[in-house]
C-alpha cells in the first residue's frame, strides 16, 4: 500500500502490503527453517545470519536455488583472505544448464525498434543453443577459448552466451554502437577463436551500417578463426572476412542434443570490462558458479523474481545489468529484450512496453526516471501497468524527487533502489520487499554481503565512508584478463590490506543507506569533502536542469569546482543559474557552491551511461583528451572534444 506520495525525505513512502512468506525473502526464510534453522522472518536477522555463517548460507542458498553441483564434496570455501579466497573447490556446475533446463513456455520476448516481436519458448532457445554449440566445438572452440560477440540485444546474444558457457568457452560482449577501436581494445585482451557479429544495427530509427568498423576490427584480430554473422535484424550485408564465416541460419541449422560440459566452480564463464574511459579496459573475469549464485540471489531474493514473471531491464548488451536480464531465465522468468534505443521515440516507450509485455519486475536508471519527472508522463493513468510489482534503479544514486515521482505516477509497488557494479555482478545493498521504502533511502545491505563504511584510517564509521565489504563474495572477480595480480590488488585491496574498498561514499542510518558517489571523484574544497551525488540532488531536480557534472579539480595552488549543466528545452540560462545557487544553498549550504556554472550542450558518458567525472577533472588538470579516454567508448566523442576545448580555453586564460 502507498502511505504518501508527498512524504519528506527519509519518511516511509511505501509500506509492504504482500504476505511475507509469499516474497523471495519469505520463501527463503521457510527453507531454512525446514533445514533445522532458528531463524525468523526478519530480514536484518537474516541478513545478520548470513554475514556471520558465510559458508552455512551459501551451500543452503545454492540448494534453494536450485544450483546442482558436481564434482566432490568439500568445503564451501577456502581460508585464504581476500582476494584469494576460492569458492566451493572440487565441486562442477555449468551456468547455461542451470539457466536452460527444467523450464517450459516462454524463455524470452523480443521487441525491436520498430514496434515488432517475437517469442522464443524454452524448447526453442534450447535447440537453438544446442545447435550453436555443436557448430562452435566443429569449429574447434574447446574450453577456455574464447567466444565473441559484437551485438544489439536480440535473442541470438542470448544463445551466443549459452552456447559458449555449455561448452566451457569464455563469453565476451561489446554493444554495437562501441567504435573500432573501443572495440579492439577490449576483444584484443582475450585473442579470440570466434566473433558472432551482426554487421549493422538499428538506433533511433535508423539502420547504422557497421562494415567498416568491422574491416578495422578484423584487421586487428589475428587469432580469429571463424566468424558467424547475424543478419535478419538488417539489410546490411556482412563484409569479407580473412577466416571463414558463416550465416547464423547456417551455424544453427544442424539439429544437436543439449550438451553441458561440467566445469570447476570458478572456471571463466565471462568477461566484463570496465568502462575504458582511462586507459586500456579492465577485463573483468567472473566464474560459472560465483557469477549464478550471485544473479540468482539478486533476482530471487532482492528483486523478488518469481516462475513465471516476465523482467525486462533496460540495459544494452555491455552493461552488466544485461547479463542479470539473461539470468532470469534461471528463475524459471522470461527476459523481455529490447533492441535499439529503448527511449525511442521518448521516454514513454519503457512504459508502453511493460504494459503491453505485461512486465512484473522493471529495471531502470536513475537517470530514467528523473528524465521521466522532467515530463508530463503519468505512466499509472497513460498504462496498463497491473501487472507491475516492482520497479528496480540503479546506475547512480535515485533522487529523493525520484522517489516520490514513482509514487506519485507510477503507482502501487515497491521501489527498490540498488547499488553494485560490474565488478562484483551483484549488488552490495538493495531491497527487500518485506521492509518499508523511505524516500532517497537504499533499503538494505544484501544477503551474505558483510558491507560497512569506513573512514580514512581503516576503521568502521556511523557516517559517510568508504564502501568497503570485509568477507569474500563468491562473484569477485577470478582476475582480471592478462593481469598478474597486481592491477586486481591496486584496485580493490591497495587502500585497506585484504578488505575489498569498492570507490563509492556510502552511508549508513537507521532510516537505511545513502549512496554519495564515487570516492575517487570525491570534491574536496577547503577541507571539506562532498559528494558529488549530494550536489546532484540538489540541482538535476530543476525543471530547468536536464542533467549536471560537477568536477572539483587541483590546480597548482587553487582548486577548481565548476558545475557543467545541460539546460531543459527552452530554460534561461539567467533564471537556470539563479535557480541552481538558490537550490544549492537551501538544500545544502553555500560552501557547496561552484566556482563556476557552466553551461554545456549535454553531459558526457561512458556508453553505459555513467557520467565521465574522472576524464573531465583530468582534461582540466591538463591532461591530453588521447590521453583521458577511448573515445569509442563514451557515449558522445565530439562532445568530449568541446569539453577539452573549455579545459583548453581555461588554461590559456589562467596563463
Given at each position: 500500500?502507498?502511505?504518501?506520495?508527498r512524504?519528506?525525505?527519509?519518511e516511509?513512502?511505501?509500506?509492504p502490503?504482500?504476505?511475507?512468506?509469499?516474497?523471495g525473502?519469505?520463501?527463503?526464510?521457510?527453507?531454512?527453517?525446514?533445514?533445522?534453522?532458528?531463524?525468523?522472518?526478519?530480514?536484518?536477522?537474516i541478513?545478520?545470519?548470513?554475514v556471520?555463517?558465510p559458508?552455512?548460507?551459501?551451500?543452503?542458498?545454492?540448494?534453494?536455488?536450485?544450483?546442482?553441483?558436481?564434482?566432490?564434496?568439500?568445503?564451501?570455501?577456502?581460508?585464504?583472505?581476500?582476494?584469494?579466497?576460492?569458492?566451493?573447490p572440487?565441486?562442477?556446475?555449468?551456468?547455461?544448464?542451470?539457466?536452460?533446463?527444467?523450464h517450459?513456455?516462454?524463455?524470452?520476448i523480443?521487441?525491436a525498434?520498430?514496434?515488432?516481436?517475437?517469442?522464443?519458448?524454452w524448447?526453442?532457445?534450447?535447440?537453438?543453443?544446442?545447435?550453436?554449440?555443436?557448430?562452435?566445438?566443429?569449429?574447434?572452440?574447446?574450453?577456455?577459448?574464447?567466444?565473441v560477440?559484437v551485438?544489439?540485444?536480440v535473442a541470438?546474444?542470448?544463445a551466443?552466451?549459452?552456447?559458449a558457457?555449455?561448452?566451457?568457452?569464455?563469453?565476451?560482449?561489446?554493444?554495437?554502437?562501441?567504435?573500432?577501436?573501443?572495440?579492439v581494445?577490449?576483444?584484443?585482451?582475450?585473442?579470440?577463436?570466434?566473433?558472432?557479429?551482426?554487421p549493422?544495427?538499428?538506433?533511433?530509427?535508423?539502420?547504422?551500417?557497421?562494415?567498416?568498423?568491422?574491416?578495422e576490427?578484423?584487421?586487428?584480430?589475428?587469432?580469429?578463426?571463424?566468424?558467424?554473422?547475424?543478419?535478419?535484424?538488417?539489410?546490411?550485408?556482412?563484409?569479407e572476412?580473412?577466416?571463414p564465416?558463416?550465416?547464423?541460419?547456417?551455424?544453427?541449422?544442424?539439429p544437436?542434443?543439449?550438451?553441458?560440459?561440467d566445469?570447476?566452480?570458478?572456471?571463466?564463464?565471462?568477461?566484463?570490462?570496465?568502462?575504458?574511459?582511462?586507459?586500456?579496459?579492465?577485463g573483468i573475469?567472473?566464474?560459472?558458479?560465483?557469477?549464478?549464485?550471485?544473479?540468482?540471489?539478486?533476482?530471487?531474493?532482492?528483486?523478488?523474481?518469481?516462475?513465471?514473471?516476465?523482467y525486462y531491464?533496460?540495459?544494452?548488451t555491455?552493461?552488466?545489468l544485461?547479463?542479470?536480464?539473461?539470468?532470469?531465465?534461471?528463475?524459471?522468468?522470461?527476459?523481455?529484450?529490447?533492441?535499439?534505443?529503448?527511449?525511442?521515440?521518448?521516454?514513454?516507450?519503457?512504459?508502453?512496453?511493460?504494459?503491453?509485455?505485461n512486465?512484473?519486475?522493471?529495471?531502470?536508471?536513475?537517470?530514467?526516471?528523473?528524465?521521466?519527472?522532467?515530463?508530463?508522463?503519468v505512466?499509472?493513468?497513460?498504462?496498463?501497468?497491473?501487472?507491475?510489482?516492482?520497479?528496480?534503479?540503479?546506475?547512480?544514486?535515485?533522487?529523493?524527487?525520484?522517489?516520490?515521482?514513482?509514487?506519485g505516477?507510477?503507482?502501487?509497488?515497491?521501489?527498490?533502489?540498488?547499488?553494485?557494479?560490474?565488478?562484483?555482478?551483484?549488488?552490495?545493498?538493495?531491497?527487500s520487499?518485506?521492509?518499508?521504502?523511505?524516500?532517497?533511502?537504499?533499503?538494505?545491505?544484501?544477503?551474505?554481503?558483510?558491507?560497512?563504511?569506513?573512514?580514512?584510517?581503516?576503521?568502521?564509521?556511523?557516517?559517510?565512508?568508504?564502501?568497503?565489504?570485509?568477507?569474500?563474495?563468491?562473484?569477485?572477480?577470478?582476475?582480471?584478463?592478462?593481469?598478474?595480480?597486481?592491477?586486481?590488488?591496486?584496485?580493490y585491496?591497495?587502500?585497506?590490506?585484504?578488505?575489498?574498498?569498492?570507490?563509492?561514499?556510502?552511508?549508513?542510518?537507521?532510516?537505511?543507506?545513502l549512496i554519495?558517489?564515487?570516492?575517487d571523484s570525491?570534491?574536496?574544497?577547503?577541507?571539506?569533502?562532498?559528494?558529488?551525488?549530494d550536489?546532484?540532488?540538489?540541482?538535476?531536480?530543476?525543471?530547468?536542469?536536464?542533467?549536471?557534472?560537477?568536477?572539483?579539480?587541483?590546480?597548482?595552488?587553487e582548486?577548481?569546482?565548476?558545475?557543467f549543466v545541460?539546460?531543459?528545452?527552452?530554460?534561461?540560462p539567467?533564471?537556470a543559474?539563479?535557480?541552481?545557487?538558490?537550490?544549492?544553498?537551501?538544500?545544502l549550504?553555500a560552501?557547496y557552491?561552484?566556482?563556476?556554472?557552466?553551461?554545456?550542450?549535454?553531459?558526457?558518458?561512458?556508453?553505459t551511461?555513467?557520467?565521465?567525472?574522472?576524464?573531465?577533472k583530468r582534461?582540466?588538470?591538463?591532461a591530453?583528451?588521447?590521453?583521458?579516454?577511448?573515445?569509442?567508448?563514451?557515449?558522445?566523442?565530439?562532445?568530449?572534444?568541446?569539453?577539452a576545448?573549455?579545459?583548453?580555453?581555461?588554461?590559456?586564460v589562467?596563463?
Amino acid at each position: 500500500m502507498i502511505v504518501d506520495a508527498r512524504a519528506a525525505d527519509g519518511e516511509v513512502i511505501w509500506e509492504p502490503g504482500t504476505a511475507v512468506a509469499d516474497t523471495g525473502i519469505g520463501r527463503f526464510a521457510g527453507f531454512l527453517r525446514a533445514q533445522g534453522m532458528e531463524i525468523g522472518q526478519d530480514y536484518d536477522e537474516i541478513w545478520q545470519w548470513s554475514v556471520d555463517n558465510p559458508e552455512t548460507f551459501w551451500e543452503l542458498f545454492a540448494q534453494f536455488a536450485g544450483v546442482e553441483f558436481g564434482g566432490s564434496q568439500g568445503p564451501v570455501c577456502t581460508p585464504d583472505a581476500m582476494p584469494h579466497t576460492r569458492w566451493f573447490p572440487g565441486r562442477t556446475v555449468n551456468f547455461a544448464r542451470h539457466l536452460l533446463e527444467g523450464h517450459d513456455g516462454t524463455a524470452l520476448i523480443a521487441v525491436a525498434e520498430d514496434g515488432s516481436r517475437e517469442e522464443v519458448s524454452w524448447d526453442a532457445l534450447r535447440r537453438e543453443v544446442a545447435s550453436l554449440a555443436k557448430h562452435l566445438r566443429e569449429a574447434g572452440v574447446g574450453p577456455g577459448d574464447r567466444v565473441v560477440a559484437v551485438l544489439p540485444n536480440v535473442a541470438e546474444a542470448v544463445a551466443g552466451l549459452l552456447a559458449a558457457a555449455s561448452i566451457g568457452a569464455v563469453w565476451s560482449i561489446c554493444a554495437p554502437e562501441f567504435g573500432a577501436g573501443a572495440i579492439v581494445s577490449r576483444f584484443a585482451q582475450l585473442d579470440p577463436k570466434v566473433v558472432i557479429a551482426a554487421p549493422s544495427y538499428g538506433l533511433g530509427g535508423k539502420e547504422r551500417d557497421r562494415r567498416e568498423e568491422f574491416r578495422e576490427i578484423f584487421a586487428q584480430l589475428p587469432t580469429v578463426e571463424h566468424v558467424i554473422w547475424v543478419t535478419r535484424h538488417g539489410s546490411t550485408p556482412p563484409v569479407e572476412t580473412p577466416v571463414p564465416a558463416v550465416s547464423w541460419e547456417q551455424a544453427v541449422a544442424a539439429p544437436a542434443e543439449p550438451v553441458y560440459h561440467d566445469v570447476e566452480f570458478s572456471h571463466p564463464l565471462w568477461v566484463l570490462f570496465s568502462s575504458g574511459t582511462t586507459g586500456i579496459p579492465k577485463g573483468i573475469v567472473h566464474g560459472h558458479g560465483g557469477a549464478l549464485l550471485e544473479e540468482m540471489k539478486m533476482l530471487l531474493i532482492h528483486s523478488d523474481l518469481r516462475p513465471g514473471d516476465r523482467y525486462y531491464n533496460v540495459a544494452s548488451t555491455s552493461w552488466v545489468l544485461w547479463n542479470s536480464l539473461i539470468s532470469a531465465l534461471g528463475v524459471g522468468a522470461t527476459a523481455v529484450l529490447v533492441d535499439g534505443n529503448p527511449t525511442f521515440p521518448s521516454v514513454d516507450r519503457v512504459w508502453q512496453v511493460t504494459a503491453a509485455e505485461n512486465v512484473a519486475v522493471l529495471g531502470v536508471s536513475a537517470g530514467f526516471v528523473h528524465a521521466c519527472a522532467k515530463t508530463d508522463l503519468v505512466p499509472k493513468s497513460d498504462h496498463d501497468l497491473s501487472a507491475l510489482r516492482s520497479l528496480q534503479v540503479t546506475g547512480s544514486p535515485l533522487s529523493p524527487d525520484g522517489y516520490r515521482w514513482v509514487y506519485g505516477n507510477v503507482g502501487d509497488i515497491w521501489l527498490s533502489s540498488m547499488s553494485g557494479g560490474t565488478d562484483i555482478a551483484s549488488v552490495f545493498v538493495g531491497g527487500s520487499p518485506t521492509l518499508p521504502v523511505r524516500v532517497g533511502y537504499i533499503q538494505v545491505p544484501a544477503l551474505g554481503v558483510r558491507v560497512e563504511a569506513w573512514d580514512d584510517g581503516g576503521s568502521p564509521t556511523t557516517g559517510k565512508g568508504e564502501l568497503v565489504v570485509t568477507q569474500p563474495m563468491p562473484s569477485m572477480p577470478l582476475q582480471f584478463w592478462g593481469d598478474d595480480g597486481s592491477r586486481y590488488h591496486d584496485s580493490y585491496f591497495s587502500t585497506y590490506p585484504g578488505v575489498w574498498r569498492h570507490g563509492d561514499y556510502i552511508e549508513f542510518s537507521w532510516r537505511g543507506i545513502l549512496i554519495h558517489g564515487r570516492s575517487d571523484s570525491t570534491l574536496n574544497r577547503n577541507g571539506l569533502r562532498l559528494g558529488s551525488a549530494d550536489i546532484y540532488a540538489a540541482v538535476e531536480t530543476l525543471p530547468e536542469v536536464a542533467e549536471a557534472l560537477v568536477i572539483g579539480a587541483e590546480l597548482g595552488t587553487e582548486y577548481y569546482m565548476p558545475l557543467f549543466v545541460k539546460l531543459s528545452d527552452g530554460a534561461d540560462p539567467a533564471a537556470a543559474e539563479a535557480a541552481i545557487v538558490k537550490s544549492i544553498r537551501d538544500s545544502l549550504s553555500a560552501r557547496y557552491l561552484p566556482d563556476e556554472i557552466v553551461f554545456m550542450r549535454a553531459i558526457p558518458h561512458t556508453r553505459t551511461g555513467k557520467k565521465l567525472e574522472v576524464p573531465v577533472k583530468r582534461l582540466l588538470q591538463g591532461a591530453a583528451l588521447d590521453d583521458v579516454a577511448d573515445l569509442g567508448a563514451v557515449d558522445d566523442p565530439e562532445l568530449l572534444e568541446e569539453y577539452a576545448q573549455f579545459a583548453l580555453g581555461r588554461h590559456a586564460v589562467a596563463n
